[in-house]
């Protein structure tokens, strides 16, 4: 089965639920055993029905099974958002002594993460240029646990070559954890290529509506019964109403991922034309430092990219910005609406220098009209030229 199909069919049981289509929304806290002999069975290993609210209902577990599905992997696990997802990745596999290596390019709240709340559990974290590739295994330790990745970087969307990292980390007994919320299961099958924990911010995608903050670990054997084991113990679930909509919107991913990179494309390709944008930032164009990997090893990209302007006073910045049609400022991304976001790369990377002298700007190319959309940037565009030419 492709994984278009699986989208749509993987996950659903309607014989379960008197032939309805989805899996509804099951909201209990205690699960009621009518005698002993069944209480009894709850507490069996491997027992596969409600044990306990907070471990899950249906509504979860068969979001999770499609995720499983379509991620190639035995299990997944959801969370209450993506950066408990992230946390999981590293810290169901680290013990006091225990050294990560972590990308440079790394979504910034997980480095604050790591940097004030890991710090105290005497676990050592190494930044590591993420364009290194083979040469990570330099970086490698004895104690070296987890090789965490993401591709493309945050903000500054430098590609990983994730198969030449696996082997070096698989070769010193690592495991490899991978933030693969940009290009989803769908363009990117990180596990197949060599990923052991695959990480997902549904609040993006998968949910695709900007109505629910969920993360997603899909993991196999003793990685994901580690990922279990931890999200148990600290008592960390997604909501059945939040997995019913993250479920939702799982069935349409595939057709609005394809229309987010053709709009993407688009508004890349007119915006990298400009004299004021210096770069592009989207691995998806030919010309991006990344184009090569993505090409290698991806089979599409989403509306995610940045552009790199050249240096213009900040009122001519913001005359762009507020110029700007359709496009409102705001975090968060993978949702129907178009987005930007001034973004600050010099500020959440320590290993690797930031160069670029100007203002980044990072676009999510949503699901309106795309020639509404270049009508939108074209009046930012306008305005900002206006300002300059008043500024002198
Ligand atoms: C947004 C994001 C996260 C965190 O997801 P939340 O649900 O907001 O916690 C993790 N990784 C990446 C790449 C993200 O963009």
């Known amino acids: ?38 209480w009894d069975r709850l507490a069996e290993p491997g027992y596969k029905g409600l ?41 169901s ?112 995608y998968i949910v695709g509506h900007s109505d629910v903050g969920m993360g997603i670990v899909s993991a196999s054997g003793e990685a994901a019964a580690q990922v279990k084991k931890f999200r148990n113990n600290y008592g960390l679930m997604s909501s059945p109403d939040d997995a019913y909509l993250a479920a939702r919107g799982l069935r349409t991913l595939h057709v609005r991922l394809r229309q987010h990179q053709q709009t993407a494309t688009g508004l890349a390709t007119w915006l990298g034309r400009q004299p004021e944008v210096e770069k592009i930032l989207y691995p998806a164009l030919p010309e991006d430092e990344g184009h090569a990997i993505w090409k290698r090893d991806f089979t599409g990209a989403s509306g995610l990219f940045t552009v790199l302007l050249r240096p213009m006073p900040a009122a001519v910045y913001a005359a762009l910005i507020d110029g700007m049609e359709l496009f409102s400022i705001g975090a968060s991304w993978g949702g129907f609406e178009s987005l930007i976001m001034p973004v600050h790369p010099e500020k959440v990377r320590s290993a690797t220098p930031w160069t670029h002298e100007g203002p980044v700007l990072r676009f999510h190319a949503g699901l309106e009209d795309p020639a509404d959309l270049l009508a939108g940037v074209e009046a930012g565009f306008r305005a900002m030229r206006a300002a300059a030419a008043a500024a002198g």
Not at 4 to 15: A, F, L, N, Q, W
Not at 27 to 36: F, K, P, W
Not at 180 to 194: C, R
């Open 93 to 204: 596999f680290v013990s006091a002594g225990d050294h990560v290596l972590v990308t440079d390019t790394v979504y910034g709240p997980v480095r604050r993460y790591l940097d004030n709340e890991l710090k105290r559990f005497g676990i050592e974290v190494t930044y590591y240029d993420p364009r290194l590739g083979a040469g990570i295994a330099a970086l490698i330790r004895d104690t070296t646990r987890v090789v965490y990745t993401e591709a493309p970087g945050s903000l500054s969307m430098e590609m990983q070559d994730i198969p030449a990292i696996a082997a070096a980390a698989h070769a010193r007994g690592a495991i490899v954890a991978m933030d693969n919320t940009w290009a989803t299961p769908l363009y990117f099958s990180a596990i197949a290529h060599g990923v052991d924990v695959s990480i997902q911010s549904a609040t993006k």
């Open 51 to 91: 044990i306990y609210g907070r471990l899950g209902t249906q509504t979860v577990q068969s979001l999770e099974a499609a995720i499983a599905d379509l991620e190639g992997a035995e299990a997944a696990f959801c969370f209450p958002s993506g950066l408990n997802a992230n946390i999981a990745g590293i810290m």
């Open 1 to 38: 089965m492709r994984n278009e199909t699986k989208i749509v069919v993987s996950g659903r049981s309607p014989e379960l639920y008197g032939g309805a289509v989805n899996t509804p929304v099951v909201r209990t806290s205690t699960v009621i055993a009518r005698n002993m002999a069944e």
